[in-house]
T-cell receptor, first 116, second 114 residues
Framework: EPEVTQTPSHQVTQMGQEVILRCVPI?????FYWYRQILGQKVEFLVS????????KSEIFDDQFSVERPDGSNFTLKIRSTKLEDSAMYFC??????????????FGPGTRLLVL | QQQVKQSPQSLIVQKGGISIINCAYE??????FPWYQQFPGKGPALLIA?????SEKKEGRFTISFNKSAKQFSLHIMDSQPGDSATYFC?????????????FGTGTRLQVTL
Protein backbone atom coordinates (compact mmCIF):
# COMPACT_ATOMS: atom_id res chain seq x y z
CA GLU A 1 0.00 0.00 0.00
CA PRO A 2 1.40 3.41 -0.93
CA GLU A 3 2.44 5.55 1.98
CA VAL A 4 3.84 8.95 2.78
CA THR A 5 7.45 8.80 3.90
CA GLN A 6 9.41 11.39 5.86
CA THR A 7 13.08 11.92 6.61
CA PRO A 8 14.75 12.22 8.98
CA SER A 9 12.73 10.53 11.70
CA HIS A 10 14.53 12.60 14.34
CA GLN A 11 16.43 15.87 14.07
CA VAL A 12 18.27 17.69 16.82
CA THR A 13 19.47 21.20 16.06
CA GLN A 14 20.80 24.27 17.81
CA MET A 15 18.62 27.35 18.12
CA GLY A 16 19.13 29.64 15.15
CA GLN A 17 20.14 26.87 12.77
CA GLU A 18 18.29 26.04 9.56
CA VAL A 19 16.56 22.69 9.17
CA ILE A 20 14.96 21.03 6.19
CA LEU A 21 12.38 18.34 6.70
CA ARG A 22 11.71 16.07 3.77
CA CYS A 23 8.63 14.23 2.65
CA VAL A 24 7.79 11.96 -0.25
CA PRO A 25 4.01 12.10 -0.77
CA ILE A 26 2.01 9.31 -2.37
CA UNK A 27 2.83 9.42 -6.06
CA UNK A 28 -0.51 10.35 -7.66
CA UNK A 29 -1.51 12.84 -4.99
CA UNK A 30 -1.98 16.49 -5.83
CA UNK A 31 -2.43 18.22 -2.49
CA PHE A 32 0.29 18.44 0.11
CA TYR A 33 0.28 19.57 3.70
CA TRP A 34 2.49 20.14 6.69
CA TYR A 35 1.14 19.86 10.21
CA ARG A 36 2.89 19.92 13.54
CA GLN A 37 2.15 18.42 16.93
CA ILE A 38 3.78 19.75 20.05
CA LEU A 39 4.24 16.95 22.56
CA GLY A 40 0.93 15.99 24.12
CA GLN A 41 -1.07 18.54 22.17
CA LYS A 42 -3.30 18.48 19.15
CA VAL A 43 -2.21 18.38 15.55
CA GLU A 44 -2.02 21.87 14.05
CA PHE A 45 -2.16 22.88 10.41
CA LEU A 46 0.84 24.75 9.04
CA VAL A 47 0.50 25.00 5.28
CA SER A 48 -1.15 23.49 2.23
CA UNK A 49 0.37 23.31 -1.23
CA UNK A 50 -1.19 22.68 -4.61
CA UNK A 51 -0.09 23.23 -8.18
CA UNK A 52 3.35 24.38 -7.03
CA UNK A 53 2.13 27.13 -4.80
CA UNK A 54 0.92 27.67 -1.27
CA UNK A 55 -2.86 27.39 -1.02
CA UNK A 56 -3.25 28.38 2.59
CA LYS A 57 -1.02 28.93 5.61
CA SER A 58 -1.67 29.32 9.30
CA GLU A 59 -0.45 32.07 11.59
CA ILE A 60 2.26 29.68 12.77
CA PHE A 61 3.75 29.61 9.26
CA ASP A 62 5.63 32.90 9.43
CA ASP A 63 8.55 34.17 7.35
CA GLN A 64 10.90 31.66 8.96
CA PHE A 65 9.05 28.81 7.25
CA SER A 66 9.03 27.89 3.58
CA VAL A 67 7.92 24.92 1.50
CA GLU A 68 9.10 23.61 -1.79
CA ARG A 69 8.48 20.77 -4.19
CA PRO A 70 11.87 20.78 -5.85
CA ASP A 71 11.69 17.77 -8.13
CA GLY A 72 8.12 16.58 -8.55
CA SER A 73 8.41 13.90 -5.87
CA ASN A 74 9.84 15.47 -2.72
CA PHE A 75 8.04 18.05 -0.63
CA THR A 76 10.16 19.96 1.87
CA LEU A 77 9.60 22.20 4.85
CA LYS A 78 12.42 24.59 5.71
CA ILE A 79 12.75 26.46 8.96
CA ARG A 80 15.34 29.17 8.43
CA SER A 81 16.27 30.04 11.99
CA THR A 82 14.88 27.58 14.49
CA LYS A 83 13.52 28.61 17.85
CA LEU A 84 13.03 26.56 20.99
CA GLU A 85 9.27 26.62 20.43
CA ASP A 86 9.69 24.95 17.04
CA SER A 87 10.38 21.70 18.87
CA ALA A 88 7.56 19.40 17.80
CA MET A 89 6.63 16.45 15.64
CA TYR A 90 6.16 17.57 12.06
CA PHE A 91 3.81 15.59 9.86
CA CYS A 92 3.57 15.68 6.10
CA UNK A 93 0.27 14.68 4.52
CA UNK A 94 -0.97 14.27 0.99
CA UNK A 95 -4.28 13.67 -0.75
CA UNK A 96 -5.45 12.94 -4.24
CA UNK A 97 -8.08 14.75 -6.23
CA UNK A 98 -11.28 15.35 -4.34
CA UNK A 99 -13.97 12.74 -5.00
CA UNK A 100 -17.61 13.44 -4.11
CA UNK A 101 -16.55 16.07 -1.61
CA UNK A 102 -14.24 13.71 0.23
CA UNK A 103 -10.55 14.35 0.53
CA UNK A 104 -8.66 11.78 2.57
CA UNK A 105 -5.35 13.05 3.84
CA UNK A 106 -2.70 10.42 4.42
CA PHE A 107 -0.11 11.26 7.02
CA GLY A 108 3.53 10.30 7.15
CA PRO A 109 5.19 8.95 10.31
CA GLY A 110 6.55 12.36 11.23
CA THR A 111 9.89 13.99 11.99
CA ARG A 112 10.58 14.74 15.60
CA LEU A 113 12.44 18.06 15.76
CA LEU A 114 14.22 19.06 18.93
CA VAL A 115 15.70 22.55 19.12
CA LEU A 116 18.28 23.06 21.87
CA GLN B 1 -14.93 29.82 15.10
CA GLN B 2 -12.41 27.43 13.61
CA GLN B 3 -12.15 25.33 16.78
CA VAL B 4 -13.22 21.75 17.19
CA LYS B 5 -13.84 20.82 20.81
CA GLN B 6 -13.30 17.22 21.86
CA SER B 7 -14.13 15.32 25.02
CA PRO B 8 -13.21 13.48 27.11
CA GLN B 9 -9.47 14.06 27.28
CA SER B 10 -8.93 10.47 28.38
CA LEU B 11 -11.09 7.39 28.58
CA ILE B 12 -10.66 3.99 30.17
CA VAL B 13 -12.96 1.23 28.93
CA GLN B 14 -13.06 -2.44 29.72
CA LYS B 15 -12.54 -4.93 26.93
CA GLY B 16 -15.86 -5.54 25.20
CA GLY B 17 -17.29 -2.22 26.29
CA ILE B 18 -18.38 0.78 24.21
CA SER B 19 -16.05 3.76 23.85
CA ILE B 20 -17.72 7.08 23.07
CA ILE B 21 -15.84 10.23 22.10
CA ASN B 22 -17.63 13.49 21.41
CA CYS B 23 -16.78 16.52 19.31
CA ALA B 24 -18.44 19.84 18.66
CA TYR B 25 -17.74 22.48 16.07
CA GLU B 26 -18.77 26.06 15.44
CA UNK B 27 -18.01 26.74 11.80
CA UNK B 28 -21.05 25.75 9.75
CA UNK B 29 -18.92 25.79 6.62
CA UNK B 30 -17.28 22.54 7.72
CA UNK B 31 -18.52 19.75 5.46
CA UNK B 32 -16.23 16.82 6.12
CA PHE B 33 -15.61 15.19 9.48
CA PRO B 34 -12.94 12.51 9.74
CA TRP B 35 -11.70 10.64 12.77
CA TYR B 36 -8.03 9.81 13.03
CA GLN B 37 -6.34 7.18 15.17
CA GLN B 38 -2.80 7.74 16.37
CA PHE B 39 -0.50 5.25 18.05
CA PRO B 40 2.56 6.50 19.97
CA GLY B 41 5.34 7.60 17.67
CA LYS B 42 3.19 7.28 14.55
CA GLY B 43 1.32 9.66 12.32
CA PRO B 44 -2.46 9.98 12.47
CA ALA B 45 -4.29 7.41 10.35
CA LEU B 46 -7.79 7.89 9.00
CA LEU B 47 -10.26 5.68 10.80
CA ILE B 48 -13.67 6.73 9.48
CA ALA B 49 -15.22 9.88 8.08
CA UNK B 50 -18.64 11.38 7.48
CA UNK B 51 -20.22 14.16 5.49
CA UNK B 52 -23.13 16.18 6.93
CA UNK B 53 -25.70 14.79 4.50
CA UNK B 54 -25.94 11.59 6.58
CA SER B 55 -26.58 11.17 10.30
CA GLU B 56 -24.66 7.97 10.84
CA LYS B 57 -21.90 5.97 9.25
CA LYS B 58 -20.76 2.54 10.37
CA GLU B 59 -17.64 0.64 9.46
CA GLY B 60 -17.14 -2.56 11.38
CA ARG B 61 -16.98 -1.75 15.09
CA PHE B 62 -16.67 2.00 14.45
CA THR B 63 -19.68 4.29 14.06
CA ILE B 64 -19.88 8.04 13.59
CA SER B 65 -23.08 9.73 14.71
CA PHE B 66 -23.63 13.22 13.32
CA ASN B 67 -26.07 15.86 14.56
CA LYS B 68 -25.99 18.77 12.13
CA SER B 69 -28.41 20.99 14.05
CA ALA B 70 -26.41 20.63 17.25
CA LYS B 71 -23.10 20.85 15.40
CA GLN B 72 -21.88 17.74 17.15
CA PHE B 73 -20.51 14.39 16.10
CA SER B 74 -19.28 11.40 17.98
CA LEU B 75 -17.29 8.22 17.54
CA HIS B 76 -18.56 4.98 19.00
CA ILE B 77 -16.26 1.99 19.25
CA MET B 78 -18.26 -1.15 19.90
CA ASP B 79 -16.72 -4.22 21.54
CA SER B 80 -13.59 -2.21 22.40
CA GLN B 81 -10.36 -4.20 22.26
CA PRO B 82 -6.93 -3.63 23.85
CA GLY B 83 -5.59 -3.02 20.33
CA ASP B 84 -7.89 0.02 20.12
CA SER B 85 -5.81 1.72 22.81
CA ALA B 86 -4.58 4.86 21.07
CA THR B 87 -5.24 8.57 20.82
CA TYR B 88 -8.26 9.53 18.75
CA PHE B 89 -8.64 12.89 17.07
CA CYS B 90 -11.77 14.25 15.50
CA UNK B 91 -11.24 16.74 12.73
CA UNK B 92 -13.20 18.93 10.38
CA UNK B 93 -12.54 20.58 7.08
CA UNK B 94 -14.22 22.50 4.32
CA UNK B 95 -13.22 22.93 0.76
CA UNK B 96 -12.85 26.59 -0.09
CA UNK B 97 -11.05 26.07 -3.35
CA UNK B 98 -7.98 24.04 -3.90
CA UNK B 99 -6.98 22.39 -0.66
CA UNK B 100 -8.72 21.76 2.61
CA UNK B 101 -6.84 21.98 5.87
CA UNK B 102 -7.91 19.76 8.72
CA UNK B 103 -8.81 21.39 12.01
CA PHE B 104 -8.20 18.84 14.74
CA GLY B 105 -9.75 18.39 18.14
CA THR B 106 -7.54 18.13 21.18
CA GLY B 107 -7.50 14.33 21.19
CA THR B 108 -8.78 11.56 23.45
CA ARG B 109 -6.40 9.02 24.89
CA LEU B 110 -8.29 5.72 25.00
CA GLN B 111 -7.13 2.83 27.14
CA VAL B 112 -8.92 -0.48 26.84
CA THR B 113 -8.27 -2.73 29.80
CA LEU B 114 -8.53 -6.50 29.99
Amino acid sequence: EPEVTQTPSHQVTQMGQEVILRCVPISNHLYFYWYRQILGQKVEFLVSFYNNEISEKSEIFDDQFSVERPDGSNFTLKIRSTKLEDSAMYFCASSEARLAGVETQYFGPGTRLLVL
Amino acid sequence: QQQVKQSPQSLIVQKGGISIINCAYENTAFDYFPWYQQFPGKGPALLIAIRPDVSEKKEGRFTISFNKSAKQFSLHIMDSQPGDSATYFCAASYIPGTASKLTFGTGTRLQVTL
